[in-house]
């Protein structure tokens, strides 16, 4: 071994050695670890894998010394992903020796025909409200009071509405393991003081003071329970226990992929939205799919951008996992903030108006994020180097009718080509 087939970036092949990160460790197969199964047996895979990892520089990835010998799992939230997820969760634990068997799933209660809604869940193991028609595993019980749902986990799984999770920390806080760890998979954010946004990891970690991971993806909650094939993306810091979070979610119709660029996996989740209302745009005036796709890479464009101003540090990478372009493309052709979007311009009645009457008065992302990009814009005065995300604030907010949705785009930085 020692030397790998590889592809430069012109398309040439060339031979080259492969060396650990800290460039101390020639290639050895045995040597070396990635969170990919198929990467340990196919040097090739192995040598160009964003996610590889050299054995003599960094720790197995076993749970850390401070969890309980059966590590326990809380999901905070019951909603249809909450429910969705806890199918894979419970059975996993179940089936793995890692876990403990019983997984507790806090759901706020609520009286369904006159019966509690976690007694209805535990004696036949369904969400009838949230996720009807879908068995929960035996081993997920179901806990009307977050703190004592929460109080034993090592592994604590937010997927709860955003605006909750203030809330949350407060009566959560010094009631959970001090050695406990955070997943979010909340795709969102929330509002920073001053304006702008503060992702959901980062406001668990400082309410909770406990690290905190994300999952982010292509994950139409419907089709999770459904157990159709999809991929999924976590972003973990931590290598010492990204395995164990891979191995939780883990299934043949789960695939995950580890990465260690948390902030761009998460801010992924939220800008997509904004996106989205731009694709809503673009089906409420019959516009096509061509234009549909020039909004859709154009939005990939300013995402990537964007995450380059505001937290420098990100892989062009991860964009191209499941969190990044796939969740763009599912959003733009399913989900509420294209629905309603398009029921903007075909009605031409307000996004609150929509919210209230499709939605339930739920508010949609889209319009909340595009809202606090932009101050983060205008503070860099940087407005005009995102032409879509500023357009869509601009026709959420009606200062821009949608008719003029392609005056904005057709003068993109990304059309000002030079030539020398």
Same mark, same amino acid.
């Given at each position: ?246 191995? !939780? ?78 969740? !763009? ?92």
């Amino acid at each position: 071994l020692g030397t790998v087939l590889s592809y430069d970036v012109d398309g040439f092949l060339h031979l080259f050695p492969i060396v650990c990160a800290k460039r101390t460790h020639r290639f050895e197969t045995s040597d070396w670890w990635c969170v990919h199964s198929s990467c340990a047996a196919d040097p090739v895979l192995l040598s160009s894998c964003s996610s590889v990892r050299c054995k003599k520089s960094i720790p197995p990835l076993t749970p850390p010394a401070t969890m309980s010998d059966k590590v326990r799992v809380c999901i905070v939230g019951s909603g249809n992903w909450g429910s969705a997820i806890a199918k894979i969760v419970g059975a996993n634990a179940k089936r793995l020796a890692t876990f403990e068997d019983r997984v507790t799933m806090y759901v706020y209660e609520e009286m369904i025909d006159g019966k509690k809604l976690t007694e209805i869940i535990n004696t036949t193991h369904e969400n009838v409200k949230y996720l009807p028609g879908h068995k929960l595993p035996e081993n997920v019980v179901a806990v009307p009071d977050v703190v004592e749902a929460a109080k034993d986990a090592d592994i604590l799984i937010f997927v709860v509405p955003h605006q909750f999770i203030r809330g949350l920390g407060t009566q959560l806080l010094g009631k959970i393991k001090p050695t406990a760890v955070g997943l979010s998979l909340i795709k969102g954010f929330d509002v920073a003081e001053g304006g702008g946004m503060e992702l959901i990891s980062h406001l668990i970690t400082k309410h909770l003071k406990i690290p905190c991971s994300v999952l982010m993806g292509a994950n139409l909650a419907g089709e999770v329970a459904e157990e159709k094939f999809c991929e999924t993306t976590i972003g973990c810091r931590d290598m010492k226990i990204a395995q164990t979070l891979r191995d !939780l979610f883990l299934t043949p119709n789960f695939r995950v992929v580890v990465v260690d660029d948390v902030d761009a996996v998460e801010i992924c989740g939220a800008l997509k939205n904004i996106v989205a209302c731009g694709a809503g745009f673009v089906d409420g005036m019959g516009l096509g799919d061509n234009t549909k796709a020039a909004v859709i890479r154009l939005g990939l464009m300013e995402m990537i951008k964007f995450v380059d101003v505001f937290y420098p540090g990100s892989k062009l990478s991860t964009f191209f996992e499941s969190c990044g372009v796939a969740d !763009l493309i599912t959003t733009c052709y399913g989900g509420r903030n294209r629905k309603v979007s398009e029921a903007f311009v075909k009605t031409g009645k307000t996004i609150v108006e929509l919210e209230n009457e499709m939605l339930n008065g739920q508010k949609l992302q889209g319009p909340i994020t595009a809202e606090e990009v932009n101050f983060m814009l205008k503070s860099k005065g940087m407005e005009d180097k995102f032409p879509l995300f500023t357009a869509i604030h601009k026709i959420c907010t009606g200062t821009v009718k949608p008719q003029g949705f392609l005056d904005c785009l057709r003068n993109h930085p990304e059309h000002m080509q030079k030539f020398s």
